[in-house]
């Protein structure tokens, strides 16, 4: 049975997205990251709740009233003035979400670069009946009990959570993912980053085997220990399994050891970055930059007039990582992203495309849709340090456009990743 997310999403239809832009004045883009963003949310408000919320919640969905319209376009057809917050809707959302509902849509208005909070407001309340309607079908078609539907809830919420908009978290206190990673903090992961001229392109899906994490923990110690013994700085993260060993004053990617689950096979290739340095940016931000880092090729082309925007230059991050198998953005990737929003926030005329890309390796479907999932998670991270939604557009293209060959690790490697392209300047 598909996952709920992936159940809901198939509602933000085109036809959908148009009624709803058309109803509120929005723009279709902004509609559409609004609606996925609302009907996450509200799954999220479920998957989260305690004991009470979720048997409120179940109240609502088994009520006669909760198998109503199932479809986007029709509800926002018949929305009247006011946003759609009313009845069965309106205590939905309470029982997920208390006082905090308004909270909730600024999120959401902010997520998709809405311009009216009556936007946010009136698209989660679109959203609120779907899901209500989804559950109430799913549940009855099933018989499934309180209990079940507990137990379902609690095997979604991994994947409901990675999918919600990243400001939802505080609001429904939710901890951030545990992330075992090695010390020093100072050595980084890296991975070729300097442009390219290519086709749009690929950082995907993985599984553990229980006899590679043997074998990592085995590598690790060695490159830990080093061959004499002593200690060697290394960095762990999970996704992709990299670890990572620079010294001082360059960035190699990805050093020493790279885990691919999925395909099972371990890499030793380096690609070297360059030499660390100060870079200050025209708003007086001064960043960290490696030579041939994402950052510096980034900035390069921001301010050579002589190279024109195209569908072809991309530029690969080199320090960003996911949790396993998620859109999870591990802890360590801040940095970098952080960087990326000072370039963006010092040269507001620039607006980007995001692309998430996978190797071939496990289900091309599955692989698309986490594509997706990390580029719209990197966007949100970014939105979330003040970039403005309409700036940024993200796509996932899984294990199209390729950038190395599949047929060996490194390859695949290289084209797990996540790029940006300069859409305008």
Avoid at 115 to 140: C, D, H, M, Q
Avoid at 263 to 290: E, F
Avoid at 365 to 390: C, E, F, T, W, Y
Avoid at 397 to 404: F, S
């Amino acid at each position: 049975m598909a996952a709920l997310s992936d159940s809901l999403a198939a509602f933000v239809t085109p036809d959908a997205v148009r009624t709803v832009a058309s109803r509120l004045g929005e723009s279709e883009a902004a509609v559409a990251y609004g609606l996925d963003a609302s009907l996450s949310s509200v799954l999220a408000g479920l998957v989260t709740g305690d004991a009470g919320v979720i048997r409120r919640a179940f109240t609502l969905i088994t009520s006669g009233d909760a198998a109503g319209p199932s479809d986007i376009g029709a509800l926002a057809r018949g929305m009247s003035s006011e946003p759609l917050t009313a009845g069965l809707s309106r205590d939905f959302l309470s029982a997920l979400f208390g006082g905090r509902t308004s909270q909730v849509a600024d999120v959401i208005g902010r997520t998709a670069g809405l311009t009216r909070p009556s936007s946010s407001t009136s698209i989660l309340g679109l959203a609120a009946p779907i899901v209500l309607g989804f559950l109430s079908k799913r549940v009855n078609a099933s018989g499934m009990g309180i209990g079940a539907f507990t137990k379902t809830l609690a095997a979604e919420r991994a994947d409901v959570l990675v999918r919600a908009p990243i400001g939802l978290r505080s609001i429904l206190d939710v901890p951030p993912a545990i992330v075992f990673q090695g010390a020093p903090a100072a050595s980084r992961r890296g991975a070729q980053a300097a442009a390219s001229v290519r086709p749009p392109e690929s950082s995907g899906q993985r599984r553990w085997v229980w006899p590679l994490v043997a074998m990592s923990a085995i590598a690790l110690l060695w490159v830990l220990l080093g061959r004499d013994g002593s200690p060697q700085p290394v960095a762990v993260a999970i996704d992709s399994a990299v670890m990572s060993a620079a010294g001082p004053d360059s960035i190699l990617a990805p050093a020493a050891l790279t885990v691919d689950t999925a395909a099972g096979l371990v890499a030793t290739s380096a690609r070297d970055l360059g030499t660390i340095a100060k870079r200050t940016l025209a708003s007086g931000v001064v960043l960290n930059v490696t030579e041939r880092g994402i950052e510096s090729s980034l900035i390069a082309f921001i301010e050579d007039s002589s190279r024109p925007v195209n569908n072809t230059t991309w530029f690969d991050f080199d320090r960003l990582n996911f949790a396993t198998s998620s859109a999870t953005i591990l802890p360590e990737s801040q940095e970098q992203l952080g960087n990326i929003a000072a370039i963006l926030d010092a040269y507001p005329n620039v607006t980007v495309k995001i692309g998430g890309y996978t190797d071939n390796s496990g289900d091309r479907a599955a692989n698309k849709r986490l594509s997706q999932q990390r580029a719209q998670a990197v966007r949100l991270a970014l939105v979330d340090k003040g970039i403005a939604p309409s700036r940024m557009v993200a796509e996932g293209y899984g294990d199209a456009h390729p950038v190395a060959d599949n047929a060996s690790e490194d390859g695949r490697a290289r084209n797990r990743r996540i790029a940006v392209r300069v859409t305008s300047k």
